[in-house]
T-cell receptor
């Protein structure tokens, strides 16, 4: 089955800069989730935004959602070396399934 | 601290062997999932279970089966391992969704399986 797509596939920035990743999804959703994966902590949930929300914040993370365009973005402000990871947007399919995109590989350079 | 535990971090098996990957969660979650992760392909869902003894095929179930005899344990079985099943396998769990309000999933650390 098809899954959402993150853009860009890879992103490299300097520490302290902001990083923006985009996601397009396929279906009519009730919520969209973002996850991070690094070698240290594995795959962890970052934030969930519901379809009736347009923007949500969590610490240095800001997520936006545009249901008319079926797109979402994740902004990380004031990036740190520890933010180096792959970031996935996750589109629920049906009541229980979560479908992952291929992810954006973010590298923070010192 | 909530936990999803996969029995092995690394496994090496021979072609044709029957392989069992075990996953245990301590959060009393109804849903459990098995994914495989490959470079360039992201995470792909193999099977998931929404209750004891209940299972549904994901996107790539061929060559795999699952077992869920107890709520906390979800096993992935490779009936006859093949080299194209060399991959990272990730187990996850989540609360059952109500009113289409999905909840976050918690992941294990993964099992890197090599089939030789």
């Amino acid at each position: 089955s098809q899954q959402g797509e993150e853009d860009p596939q890879a992103l490299s920035i300097q520490e302290g800069e902001n990083a923006t990743m985009n996601c397009s999804y396929k279906t009519s959703i009730n919520n969209l989730q973002w996850y991070r994966q690094n070698s240290g902590r594995g795959l962890v949930h970052l934030i969930l935004i519901r379809s009736n929300e347009r923007e949500k914040h969590s610490g240095r993370l800001r997520v936006t959602l545009d249901t008319s365009k079926k797109s979402s973005s994740l902004l990380i402000t004031a990036s740190r070396a520890a933010d180096t990871a792959s970031y996935f947007c996750v589109e629920p399919r049906g009541a229980q399934k979560l479908v992952f995109g291929q992810g954006t590989r973010l590298t923070i350079n010192p | 601290d909530v936990k999803v535990t996969q029995s092995s971090r690394y496994l090496v098996k021979r072609t044709g062997e029957k392989v069992f990957l075990e996953c245990v969660q301590d959060m009393d979650h109804e849903n459990m999932f098995w994914y495989r992760q490959d470079p360039g392909l992201g995470l792909r869902l193999i099977y998931f279970s929404y209750d004891v003894k209940m299972k549904e095929k994901g996107d790539i179930p061929e060559g795999y089966s699952v077992s869920r005899e107890k709520k906390e344990r979800f096993s992935l079985i490779l009936e006859s391992a093949s080299t194209n099943q060399t991959s990272m396998y990730l187990c996850a769990s989540s609360l059952k969704t109500f009113k289409k309000l999905n909840t976050e999933a918690f992941f294990g650390q993964g099992t890197r399986l090599t089939v030789v």
